[in-house]
C-alpha cells in the first residue's frame, strides 16, 4: 500500500513529522509531494522546491525514518482544476490512495477516481506552516521549537529567516 | 446578421434565455461564446466548460429555439487584453456585431474593429450566475426557478449542487 | 449513447460526412472534436478554429442531419499526453466512447479510462484533410469534388484557397 | 558603467525624469525596462508596452537627453521569481548594476549576483503612476502638471485618457 | 511616416544596415522588431534578445543614424498565427506600414489590417544571418568583412563566437 | 560534496547504475535530475517523470547505494535557454558541481556559473535510453539484458514494453 500526502512545506514542520510517522506506522509507503514547487522568495511561499526537498530530507534522516519507503517529488501548481490530478499523478510513483482534509482536494481526487483518506491527519493551528513564517517574519524565536532541529540549523546557516523578513508582504511589481 | 453572445453561463439562466430570443427576434443569428472555458470547480466556475455546453444545449432544445441559428463555442480565458479580441476571434466563425454591456469589454472590442451592441440585453440581480450559485451553495431552492428545468434536472442529476457546496470559497492550495 | 468523433477537419470532407451518418446510424449522437483549435494559417492548419466550425456546422445543415444530436467543440492541443485526456474532457458534454484508429490516440485514451471504437470509421487516401490542402495548393479544382458543396462555397467566398496557396510551405520565423 | 532602471512607467512621469537625470549625471549609461509590457487596458497597466516606448522616447527627445547612452527595453512579466533575474537579464545589453528601493526586487536581483543602487532615487508621493492614473480617472487635470508635456499631448491625442476612465476598475471577465 | 522592420537579427549585418539607410532615404522613420527575443544559445538563435539590441544600437552609433528616428524593440515569439499581430503590435510604438518578403508574414499582416511594403529591402545569399554564423561556426574569418566592424568587435570581446562553435546542432536535451 | 547528474532516465539503464557508483566513489552525494519530467507516451520519452522515479527508486534499492546520499528530482523542460538553469536550480538542493557531457549543456551550466565536470562519465552507444527503447520496440529481449532487474520487472508487470510498440513514431495529431 502507497499513500500520497501533499502539502507545501513551507518549511517541512513538526505537526508533518507526526503525520509522516502515523502513516509508516500503518504499514504504507509515503509519496510526499511538494507542492507549488516552481514557486519562492513569496510571503507565502519562500522557499523553493529544491530548498523545501533539501529540509524534507534533511528531516528524514535526523528522525531515522525509512528512506526506501519514502519518495520526496516537488511538483509544480496547473491552476486549471480539471487538469490538476493527471498533471499531478504524472509525476509521482504509481500509489493507491492520498491523504487530505481539504474539502476541494477530496473532491478533485475522487473525481479523478482516487481514493482519500483523512482521518489520520493531524491538524493543529500551532503546527502549521504559516504561523511558522508568521513567527519568523515577527524575528520571534519561538518558530524554532515548531520544526526540525537540523532544518532549523539549515535556515540559519543560509540566512532564509532574513529572506522571509524582507519579503514581508511585498511583490516583485513596481 | 449574425451576433456574439458572450458570458460565462455558470450557469445559463433564464435571464439569458430571454436574451437569445430578443436577438433571435430581431432576426440575427446568434454565436453563443462560453467564457473562461478552462475552468472547473471553483466558486465562480463551478461548472466545466463542456457541462455548460451540455446545459445550454438542453436548454435551446427545451425551448424549441431555432439551432441551425445558433453556436456554442466554448473559450478559454486569455488573460492579457491586446490579444484578447483575436483569441476569441480565432474560435468562433463569422460573425458581424457584438453584444456586452460592460464597458471594458465594449472598449475592447472597439478597439478590434467590432460593432457592439448592448441596448437590447437583460440585466437584472435575480437573474444572475452569481445569485444561481450562491442559493445553491446555501441550499435555498429558489435556485430552480432561476434555471430552465432541464438544466435543473442535469446539475441535480449529477449532483453538481453538491458540488458546489463542497468547493464553497476554499481554494486547492493547500 | 454519446460518441466522440475527434479529428482536426482541415477542412471537413465528405469521407467526415460518411463517419458521421454511420455513427448517428448506429444510433449514437455525435460530438465531433475540432482538435488544434488555436492554430490557422499554416500548411497543416489552414483555417482557424472558428472558421472549421462554421465550415461542420453549414455541413450539417445542407446534409439536413440532426443538429439536436451533434455538438461542435473545437479544442486546443496540449502537448502534454499524460494531460491530454483530461483537457479534452473538460471542454466536451458528457458521452460514453470515442471513435479513433490511431493507436497511440486509443492508449491515451483507453489509458484515461475511456471505451474506444474504431471498427466503423471510413478511411481512405483521397478523401483525406492532407489531399484536399494539397490539391488547393497545386491550384487542381479536383478539390472541390471531395468536399460538401456549401463548404466549397464558403472557401472560395472568402478566398481561403488563396491563403492556402499563399501559404505555402514556409513559416513565420524571418 | 551603465544601470538598469526598472518600472512600469504607467505612464513615464516627471519623477522618473528627475532620475534619470540624476544617474546620466554620474556618468552612468541607462536602460530603460519597461515592466509588465504584455499588458493594457487594466486600471494598472493602462498602457501597452509600446505605447509606454513612445512615451519614453518622447519624453527624452523633449529633454534633449542623450540617446545614444539611453535604451529603452520593454519586458514582459514571468510571475515566477527565481527565473525574473535571468528572464530580465535576457532582454537587455550588458549592464553592471541596477536601480531599486523595493526590498524584494533588491533581494532576487542581489541573489542573481546583480549589484543594486538605491539611495539615489527620488521617490514621491505626488510624483507616481498610480497618482497620475487616479487624477485622470477622476477627471482632474492636475495630472498634466506631473507628465512631459509631449506625452500629456500623446495622451490626449489619442484620447487615452478617455480610455483609463472607461476601464474604470472593473475587469474582462462577465 | 513610421515603418516597421521585422527580423531576428543574428546578428546584424550589412544588409541590414543598407535597408534601414534605404528605408530613412524615404523620410520614414523605423521600429527595428527584434524577433524570437526569448531565444538565445541555439544553432539559429546564437544570441539574447538583449545582445541582439546592444548589436544593433553599437551599429547604428557607429554609422552616425538618426536615433531619435529609429527605436529598436525586442519581441518574443508567440506561435499561434491568427494572435501574432496583435502581439507584436502591443510591443511597439504607433506605426503605418511595415515592410516584408516574406508571403506568410505578409499575408499576416494585412489579414490584420496592416499595410506592407516589400520592394524596397535588399536580399542576398551573402548578406544573411544563417550565412554568418555558419562562417563563424566553420572558423571562417570571411564572416567579419559582412557584419559592421563595431559588432564584430562586441563578439570577439565577450567570446560569442566560440559559443556559436559550442552549440553546434546539438540541443539542450540530453 | 553534491553534484548533479542529469538525464532522461527513458529508462534507466546500467550505464546509468555504473555512472551513479562512479561519482559516489568520489565521496560525493548525487542529485539525480530527471528531465523532461512531464512527457510520457511519446517515442523518445514513453515513461512519465514518476514511473522513471519509481523505476530508479526500484533500482538503487535492489542495488543497495545509499539512499541518504542521493536524491531523485523530477524537472519538467523548460525551452527557453536563457532560463533553463535557473529552472533546474530552483528544483533541486543546492550542490556543488553538474557532470555533463554535452557541449550546450556544459555551456549553459557554466554561463550560469555552476561548475562542470564530465571525465568520469561512461558512455556507451549499447547503454543507451534509446537503444533500450529501438529494442523493445522491436521485440528484441536482449533489452533486459541493459536494464537492471527490477526495473525489467516493472516494466513488463504494468506492460509498458507493449505502449512502446503501441506508441512507435507516431503523434497524437490526426
Redesign the interface.
Known amino acids: 500500500m502507497k499513500s500520497l500526502f ?3 512545506f513551507q518549511p517541512i514542520h513538526k505537526g508533518h513529522i507526526h503525520t509522516i510517522k502515523q502513516i509508516l506506522g500503518k504499514d504504507e509507503d509515503i509519496i510526499i509531494v511538494v ?8 510571503p507565502d511561499n519562500p522557499f ?4 523545501r ?2 529540509f524534507i ?1 534533511r528531516a528524514l ?1 535526523d528522525e531515522e525514518l525509512p ?2 519507503r519514502i ?4 511538483v ?2 496547473i491552476n ?8 499531478m ?6 500509489f493507491d490512495k492520498a491523504y ?1 482534509h ?7 481526487l475522487e ?3 482516487i481514493v482519500t483518506d483523512s482521518t489520520k491527519l493531524l491538524e493543529r493551528t500551532t503546527y502549521s506552516g504559516k504561523h511558522v513564517r508568521d513567527l519568523i517574519r515577527w524575528k520571534n524565536s519561538e518558530w524554532e521549537k515548531l520544526v526540525p532541529p537540523g532544518v532549523v540549523e539549515l535556515i540559519k546557516k ?1 540566512k532564509m529567516d532574513v ?1 522571509i523578513q ?3 508582504d ?5
Open positions: 501533499i502539502g507545501r507542492g507549488s514547487a516552481q514557486h519562492s522568495h513569496t523553493s522546491g529544491g530548498e526537498v533539501m530530507k534522516i528512506l526506501p519518495d520526496i517529488v516537488p509544480t501548481d486549471i482544476h480539471p487538469l490538476w490530478v493527471s498533471h499523478r504524472s509525476f509521482v510513483p504509481y487530505s481539504n474539502p476541494l482536494v477530496k473532491r478533485l473525481d479523478g477516481g543560509y529572506r524582507e519579503i514581508g511585498t511583490t516583485t511589481k513596481q
